[in-house]
């Protein structure tokens, strides 16, 4: 049996031979194309070869493409694990040709890898070509499909569109018999939603230009574009006629199985299809870059991880078990995809932690659909209302409530959920506004193509001369720059970095030099048309500088210098933090600027005091070593084959420039057995790990989900920062009259002091409110208020975080009841409700907050059913807060 394993290698190793470059596939976070959310496609890493903009050294290539459909336009996520079919993730196989090849050689090269290289009988295949593309048909029919299985579409079925204009053409799709035993019809037929016949390959024309107006003309370059879902294609070769039946998703479908200890076929079928499939697409989002957030690809990747939780509680799962499936699918897809196996244990740290957060709402939140479900007729739709509260107290999305209710064979009423959230502002909506890299504009690549890359001499010097050969302004090329006027050079040759791999842009001067006295001030450095354009933003201060004209280019000396010196030093911090917190730390964003350096990194939990002093010693330790800083130039395989940390969200070409820093003495353990920090890097760096001066951490905060950041400072900042703590320091001292040496014990003594101070002064508060005379007009006895018992209270000299002690301790009070108290904290307003347990079910204490808060300024607030907390801009509205939090009881 062909695995999918041997089958994607059969598929790239064929193209090869016919002349194609097998690219790797491109991250699922498109770099070149913001209106995507994933990468939905093989061709989406190519657009800009279609179009023109771009040039690469090769005409044809082939790729196994990553693909996540579960957001945005193209989105399976409702059907995954119900189907036979669907998937969050899957892989496209696919051939490409930019202006080389047409019809002639793609069709054969299609029937050929078929009916030869994979074995399928050619007597089984059937072809659709748009219903005026004569050619195809008759290729078809040359390569030996009979016409009576070659069938004309009309429709956009087989015509492909890039959008409603540009580039355009017509498709041929292939499609196999299963055989009479399976209900369907052939394509186009009135039974062609049937599962006899299933297309397994799409290969796109594209020979039109398609214009405003509805015409079309050839393009000068036409090209083919193909896509085969690797999925589809293992099934049939496979014999099987459902892709959860191949062998890589069956050993995932077996580990699921084995890990919650249940049948893989049995009644759990459907849980374990969505858990091995939610475990592909997490998995690798995760592997190229992508957070659990509450917005954007973020939130998209958060719902398909509590989906996947949801079946594996159904399942009867009682711990986590998604993070421990994650090496079953390294041993299928790690030799494929290398990145897997790099980040797993990212992966499996990121799906423990939202396992374990997920599981404890999940209970609540189910407990609160089945109250909801059970007030209603049989098979009556859920409310709107009650599917957002489910969203917005317990953070289910709409899907997850719909997935739920598809097996109690329910639905929800969407238009009230859409109705609760626009009433409610609600902040979190499945909508993406587009991210990821800003689109490049064509003014670049025709740049590009006109004058070829800039030649980049900033590794060996700071000064040069340059011949300017385009200046933009206002996204146009123009013929020269005025005095006074900002806009874009770009030179032939530069030692300016243009901004990339978390360095800064060079700012500086350029000098004509026909007259030195007339000047271009750099503000900026920018990398345009794909990295291969280094752009000096500038403003005219003298002189007139025009296409053509020589200049010198002149670097800002003291602000490159220290922002090598930062660059350096955060080489040297990531793998001091690899060595103090483990091989999962990975870079994932940093800031090399002039006065100071941020690098974020994949690790779960905050530093402790005694890690952050480790790293902070180890970095100064290699500075003082003062050993050369070596630069080679070597290909991206050899590069990883010294253990060369390759940095996140970079693009490496066919070489890169590999930075190694430090020497080991045999006490540790380096790439290379000798070499402390090895990576791929193209920025610049210092000639001697010396030259960084010193080194001295900020501290370290959460970024993001599993994400953290360091601040550090170097050389003149650090000297800088390390003179004003020593005078804090002494001044202490004096203060407190103590040696050096007692003086952090005494301080601890005194913070301790302050502590217990602060303790019973807040006390004091509480039991001042508690007795009515923090309250401004005294303390309000409790009210019937819509049949629940209402306490409200406006306080003075009362902290916000003083308010949830006080909260509890009314609700004691009540023993059943809701409470609302806001806090004049001096300019603004802090605000706090609670409901007692018995009440939650009918009202939520994150309601009463969100009523009261934009009578006070405010907006927002949120917390649990019966908690919950917000703030304002001033208290001055308080009575109308309370009259609204009134109103939600009331109704």
Known sequence: MQTLNDIRSTFLSYFEKQGHEVVPSSPLVPRNDPTLMFANSGMVQFKNLFTGLERRDYTRATTSQKCVRAGGKHNDLDNVGYT????????????????????????????????????????????????????????????????????????????????????????????????????????????????????IWNIVFMQNEQFEDGSMRALDMQSIDTGMGLERIGALLQGKHDNYDTDLMRALIEASADATSSDPDGPGKTHHRVIADHLRSTSFLIADGVMPSNDGRGYVLRRIMRRAMRHAHMLGAQDPVMYRLVPALVRQMGAAYPELGRAQPLIEDLLLGEETKFKQTLDRGLKLLDDELAGLPEAAALPGAAAFKLYDTYGFPLDLTQDALREKGRSVDTDGFDAAMAEQKAKARAAWSGSGEAADLAVWFDIAEAQGATDFLGYDTETAEGQIVALVRDGAAVAALEPGEAGWIVLNQTPFYGESGGQVGDTGILRRLENEDDQAQVTDTQRMAGGKIIAHQVTIGQGRFAKGEPVAAEVDHARRTNIRANHSATHLLHEALRRALGDHVAQRGSLNAADRLRFDFSHSKALTTEELAQVEVEVNDFIRQNTPVVTRIMAPDDARGLGAQALFGEKYGDEVRVVSMGTLDGSGKGADGQTYSIELCGGTHVRRTGDIGSFVLLGDSASSSGVRRIEALTGPQAQAHAAQAASVLSALQGELKTTPDQLLARIKGEMAKLRELSNEVAQLRRDLAMAGGAGQGGGTPARDVGGVKFLAQVLSGVSGKDLPPLIDAHKAQLGSGAVLLIADTGGKAAVAAGVTEDLTGRVSAVDLVKAAVPELGGKGGGGRPDMAQGGGASAENAQAAIAAAEKVLEE
């Open 84 to 199: 036979a079919r669907h998937h969050t993730f899957f892989e496209m196989l696919g051939n490409f040709s930019f202006g080389d090849y047409f019809k002639t050689e793609a069709i054969p090269f299609a029937h050929e890898l078929i009916t030869r290289d994979f074995g399928i009988d050619k007597n089984r295949l059937y072809a659709t070509v748009y219903h005026t593309d004569d050619e195809a048909f008759e290729i078809w029919k040359k390569v030996g499909i009979p016409e009576s299985r070659i069938i004309r579409i009309a429709t956009s079925d087989n015509f492909w569109q890039m959008g409603p204009t540009g580039p355009c053409g017509p498709c041929t799709e292939i499609f196999y018999d299963h055989g009479d035993h399976i209900w369907g019809g052939p394509p186009g037929s009135a039974e062609e939603d049937g599962d006899r016949f299933i297309e």
